[in-house]
Structures are given as C-alpha cells and as structure tokens.
C-alpha cells in the first residue's frame, strides 16, 4: 500500500517543473506589481509547492526496473 | 585417401567442406600487413608473426575503425580456400588488441569522427536536472551499477531507472550497448536521459567505449547522453560524443541529481522568501490604505469647511435682505387692510392706513 502510495506520488511530482514555477512565482511576489489578492494568492500557491517538494524529498524512493529484453543477440 | 582421385573442384570442395566441420570459426591475432579497403566494401589484409602469414577477407561495417599496418588485431573469422584466389579467413569480427595498437586506433578514429563534428561542443545539449526517468546501460553485476545506485539514493529520490543489462566488456560488448541504446531510442515514451556507465580497465576492456559504432550510435542518440568510465587517464570516444561525460559511475549520479540536504536548504529559503515578500506586500498596501485614509479625511475636512463658509455668507445675506433690517435703517412699511402697499395709486384720500415702524406699529389717514 505504502509503496503504490510512493509510486504515484513520485508520478504526480515533477520537481523541476514545480521548483521551476516557486522561482517564478517568488521573484513575480518580489517584484511590487501584484496587488494584495493576487500577492496572497501567490504566497499560498508558493507555501503549497514549498510543502509537496519537502514531502517529496523525504518520502519518495527510487526505483530500479531490469529491462526483460536481451541484448545479446541482434533482434 | 591415396586412392582417390579427385577433379580439383571436387578437392576445393571437399577442403571446404573438412575446414567448415573441423573450424566452423577461428580466432587469431597477429600483426596487420597489407590493409586495403576495395569500392569503400571490401577489406583485404593480413595477418602475420615473425613466420607466418595469413589473408583475411571482410567488409567494411566489421571494422572497429580506422585500421593501419603494423597494429595488433584480434580476428575472428571462418577459414575457407577459394577456387581461384586461394586459402583465407572470411572476418566474422575483428578488434584492435594491445595497449599501443589500441591507442593509435582509438587515435585515428578519434580524429575522424572529430573531423566529421562528432565531437563539437555545439551539439551538446543539456540535461535533464534532476531526471523522472532514467535509461541506465550497464552490467547489472557491475560495482558501476551498485555505486550509481547507491549515490543516486543518497542524493535524490522519485528517479524510476530502467536498467538495459548488457556487458560492458568482450566482443559481444558494442552490440549490446548499441542494441540497448537503440531500444531506448525507440520507445514511444523514451526515458529523459541515457547513462552509459561502467569502472576503469586496461585499454582492452575499456576498448568498446571507443569502437566507431558505439561512438556514433551514442552521438545519434536522441534522447540525451551521459557517458562515464571510471578512473580513467584517456577519455573513450563514447564519452567524447556524449552530451555529458562524468568521471566516474558516482559521478555520473552527483551530475544528474541535485543533494537532498542542500535542496532542503534551499526550499527553507523559498518558505522565508515567500514569507518576507508577503509581508513587505502587505505592509505596503496597509501603508497606502493609511495614507487613503487621512487623505479622505482632509478631503471631507475641507468640503465640510467650504459647507460652512457658505452658510455663513448666506446667512449674513439673508440678514442683509430681511425687511427688519430695512425698518431698523429708518424705513416703514405701509399696509391697507392687511396688505403691503408699494405704490401710491393704491390709496384714496381719507383712507386708514398702518405703519410698521422698527420698534412698533402706528395708525395714520391718508390725507388728499
């Protein structure tokens, strides 16, 4: 259960595109031309990515898959 | 045997046919003499030691590379005697042996593909950081597999690595590495990276990281390379065409992930950073909203101010235009039976009139 838990997460996650989008989204919070709505918006967007990367980094697990295929005969 | 005569075809066949049963495939080494390459297909050449010499035949696409004379060859092959041009070995494969005769090959090969762009920096092309899915070629039984591994988890978590098991060494090595890196290339949904990995060796085990198919299979890899041989002074040829090369099978982990400990630093920066931000934003709007405030107050200050300037005028003008003032300055005012009167044809002689005077009214009579 745990492990089929860790694999979707795994599945869900794309750490570079999210960590991506925290930079933007942090230097677009920076830069004074948000007003507050969208300002609130976007450090609770930022807090939530923040979060799904940390539990990202301490739950998820590689995964090895030997390849069935043979390679020692030409196909 | 002695008694029988055979034409000389049926002798070539019957040799043939001995040689195919007796060494259905031989493998010999010795030195290259008189290499030639025939319409860019057929290669001729010999092999030779201090007494003997043998003729080779094959083609070019069994040629790990370019070849010279003099160099140490490893050729595995059929013998056969044809029926006009004689006894040779027909190549099944054939690889460079010894330090010296490697190294040069690996040299003259190295400088072709470079003169082909190979090798130039502009087709390098980034790699994925960190990658979702892996393409690992290696031995399975390999400490190259156990160390990339093991960093790999040490490091970074969430990397689904598909393992194509193939032996990195011998002569079965470049077909299988070539099959493997095929097979990636080939899936609908290929990995984001290919590593191609294994640990330091003489020149001869390292030898099908530098043979000319691996080379240019791996430059016409479409999903981006990694390649990494361990410890090594020469850099194979594999590593030379690939996008990325790392030093070592360890290393080759520590280049595609980033450390979980530092990315945990850095997300706790990414939480003060968002939590400065939010604060200096909300800080300043509440500042604006002070400042809209007190300006609204001075506005509304103002007009209640304007609001009673007014008042005061209209008031002082309306004292100004009252009739009391006018009787308080002298004048009266003339009624007849209850009405203001303000011209003379509306009175008639003996008539009862009133004045209202400042301080009090008065009777009077018109007279004429």
Do not use: C
């Amino acid at each position: 259960m745990t492990r089929s838990m860790n694999t979707n997460e795994t599945k869900s996650v794309n750490y570079q595109t999210l960590s991506a989008e925290l930079d933007e989204l942090l230097s677009k919070l920076q830069s004074n031309d948000v007003d507050v709505d969208q300002a609130v918006a976007l450090y609770e967007r930022g807090m939530a990515i923040v979060k799904q990367l940390e539990a990202h980094l301490k739950t998820a697990e590689n995964k090895v898959t030997k390849i069935k295929k043979q390679f020692g005969d030409a196909a | 045997m002695k008694d029988v005569i055979l034409s000389v075809s049926d002798f070539v066949a019957l040799l043939n046919q001995t040689l195919e049963f007796a060494y259905p495939s031989v493998t010999v080494v010795g030195e290259l003499a008189n290499f030639r390459v025939s319409k860019n297909r057929w290669v001729y050449f010999d092999l030779k030691d201090e007494t003997a010499n043998v003729k080779f035949f094959g083609t070019v696409y069994q040629l790990p590379g370019p070849l010279e004379d003099g160099m140490t060859l490893q050729v595995r092959g059929t013998p056969r005697l044809h029926p006009q041009y004689g006894f040779s070995v027909t190549v099944q494969s054939m690889q460079p042996m010894g330090e010296g005769t490697i190294r040069r090959a690996a040299a003259l090969l190295e400088a072709k593909l470079a003169a082909e762009g190979l090798f130039d920096v502009e087709r390098k092309r980034p790699l994925p950081y960190p990658p979702a899915r892996v393409g690992l070629i290696t031995s399975s039984e390999s400490a190259a597999y156990a160390d990339f591994v093991k960093i790999l988890n040490e490091r970074w978590g969430g990397v689904a690595v598909e393992l194509a098991d193939v032996q990195v060494q011998g002569e079965p090595a470049p077909g299988q590495i070539i099959r493997a890196i095929e097979y990636f290339n080939q899936m609908a949904e290929p990995p984001e990276v290919l590593v191609l990995t294994r640990g330091g060796g003489s020149a001869e085990d390292l030898a099908a990281f530098s043979t000319e198919h691996v080379t240019r299979t791996v430059a016409a890899s479409r999903i981006p390379t990694l390649v990494a041989v361990g410890h090594e002074v020469d850099t194979s040829l594999a590593e030379l065409a690939a996008d990325q090369r790392a030093s070592t099978p360890s290393n080759a982990a520590q280049l595609l992930t980033p450390d979980k400990r530092h990315e945990f630093e850095r997300l706790a920066d990414y939480r003060q950073g968002l939590s400065t931000s939010i604060t200096q934003n909300l800080q300043e709007a509440s500042s604006r909203y002070v400042e809209m405030m007190s300006a609204l107050d001075e506005a509304i200050k103002q007009r209640i101010d304007q609001a009673n300037q007014q008042l005061t005028a209209d008031r002082q003008l309306m004292v100004a235009l009252s009739p009391a003032a006018a009787l308080s300055r002298g004048y009266a005012i003339v009624r007849a039976e209850g009405r203001a009167v303000s011209s003379v044809s509306q009175l008639k002689n003996q008539q009862k009139i009133n004045l209202q005077l400042r301080d009090g009214d008065a009777a009077a009579i018109i007279r004429s």
